[in-house]
């Protein structure tokens, strides 16, 4: 029954965090993005300390149920697992923990955080690990069926679907995103949650805390016949029949061994002396529906949030594809409304292509900048930055993006536009244009005579820069190819005006 409970949480979590990165339309986010706010390390980088101490809580009371229910990289492996399981059963052995490695990477990854490598710490990060498989790898092929059934609604006369562009956002986010796929992948189908268990710098503090959790499984050496049949399944290689023992730290509370042990050795339960005088039939039952209880009440917790999320409604918006643009060299990258600036986002964001995978207007994409590699930038070659789209905001769980409204967005400048005189085709073209001041959301572009003693002299642009906020709209529209005649320059700090 334990095992049924976890499996069904289990599935329902992994199902809708990968709807996540897949729903382009913003839709599933309204209503489930409270699931990507309670993944840990997002939650701590955020300061959530409700969220944190939430699942430290979670982990004293009932083990690493984090690992195996909530976090989608955990559940992903025991998918691969499984699969593997169904060519060869009883696979698995008992091994003693790598602690020194285990320890060592989280050294690292504790350092790479406090020396500002965010692209090291975005590599180790298991929920963003998994967002830029779905993001990179999944998302291509979700889109080309949107669009196929897009083209056959379209020949019925129906627009319940509307056609996405498919594109890759950033090479090396690509490439690292396949990569990690195979090794995650190698890694499961071998030996179940060794990433988990070895690499993890979030399964190591779990793991810790772990070890002191209330409710565990609990070896009865008086009724285990040594049949081994709960070690070659456990996929954390955590249980060493010889000793009756389970390695706390290791053990993601996945239920398994329960199912596999025929003679009922093994039982979730509190691991205290007075527990041995209890009849076996008693705490069996006690046992179950304690657990059953904690699962449902944690449950019930973590759905609150979804129906005040749920209240939440905003603009979508789209714009048509301009082709051929290519990027500016921008003395500084522009980042989101709402992250402050260049600072907070490099501090708090772990790359986990969430507010990249919900950009209907293709601004955001992944940065190639070593130091901030995978972090999001925004840049205008396919579209501008809406004012009222605020969905990057809406949706990042580790504080990189705060919440703002539409309002909020309309006075936060992010950069300013810059004229490039050389590529405007009012002056290389002779023509008129204009595109810039009439397409500027906050009137900071004005037309004015490129030669005041001429009357019929062609205009030119003027960037007011106290007015300008930087949503690219200017460079998004500018005719110019391949080279706006204007674009935006980031600011490190972001400024209300």
């Not at 699942?55 to 697992?81: E, H, N």
């Not at 500084?332 to 600072?343: M, Q, V």
């Not at 909020?408 to 405007?424: L, M, R, T, Y």
């Not at 009439?438 to 002299?457: E, F, K, L, W, Y």
């Amino acid at each position: 029954m334990l095992r049924k409970i976890r499996l069904t949480f289990a599935s329902l979590f992994f199902i809708l965090i990968t709807l996540l990165f897949l729903d382009f339309t913003g839709t599933i986010h309204v209503w489930f993005g409270w699931m990507a706010k309670i993944q840990f390390l997002p939650a701590l980088l955020a300061l959530n300390i409700g969220v944190v101490l939430l699942l430290l809580v979670l982990t004293l009371v009932f083990g690493r149920v984090y690992c195996s229910v909530i976090c989608p990289l955990g559940v992903f492996q025991d998918v691969v697992s499984w699969i593997a399981g169904r060519q060869k059963k009883n696979r698995f052995r008992y091994s003693k923990a790598l602690n020194g490695l285990r320890y060592g990477v989280l050294g690292i990854f504790v350092i790479a955080y406090l020396a500002g490598i965010g692209s090291f710490v975005a590599l180790l990060a298991p929920y963003s690990s998994y967002g830029r498989i779905v993001s990179n790898l999944f998302a291509p092929v979700y889109q080309w069926g949107n669009n196929l059934l897009a083209m056959l609604a379209e020949r019925l006369d129906s627009y319940a679907f509307y056609s996405v562009d498919v594109w890759m956002k950033s090479l090396p986010t690509f490439i690292i995103a396949a990569v990690t796929f195979v090794i995650i992948v190698v890694f499961a189908w071998r030996g179940g949650r060794t990433y988990c268990n070895t690499i993890c710098p979030v399964g190591t503090v779990l793991g810790f805390v772990a070890r002191f959790s209330w409710l565990k499984p609990v070896i009865d050496s008086s009724k285990c016949v040594n049949c081994n049949l709960c070690a070659r399944n456990c996929k954390a290689s955590c249980i060493n029949i010889k000793e009756h023992k389970i390695d706390y730290s290791r053990c993601v509370a996945c239920m398994n061994c329960i199912g596999k042990c025929h003679k009922g050795a093994i039982k979730y339960m509190h691991p205290s002396k007075s527990q041995a005088k209890v009849d076996a039939s008693k705490v069996e039952k006690e046992q179950v529906n304690n657990a059953r209880r904690g699962f449902l009440a944690t449950t019930a917790v973590l759905a609150t949030t979804s129906v005040l999320k749920a209240q939440e409604k905003k603009v979508d918006g789209g714009l048509a594809v301009i082709e051929d643009k290519k990027v500016p060299e921008r003395a500084t990258a522009i980042t989101p409304p709402g992250s402050l600036g260049a600072r907070n986002m490099s501090q708090h964001c772990t790359a986990c292509q969430l507010c990249v995978s919900v950009c209907s207007n293709g601004v955001l994409r992944p940065s190639t900048d070593l130091m901030k590699l995978m972090q999001p930038e925004m840049s205008y070659e396919r579209g501008y930055c809406r004012p009222e789209c605020t969905k990057c905001a809406e949706v990042c769980p580790a504080g990189a993006i705060f919440p703002i409204t539409s309002a909020d967005k309309s006075a936060i400048q992010i950069g300013h536009a810059v004229w490039i005189k050389e590529n405007c085709v009012v002056l290389t073209d002779d023509v008129d244009c204009g595109n810039c001041a009439r397409h500027c959301p906050t009137g900071a572009i004005q037309m004015i005579s490129s030669d005041p003693d001429v009357p019929d002299a062609p205009k030119i642009p003027v960037v007011n820069e106290e007015r300008c906020i930087g949503c690219g709209a200017c460079e998004n529209l500018c005719p110019a190819r391949p080279f706006s005649a204007i674009y935006v320059e980031g600011h490190l700090m972001h400024k209300t005006i």
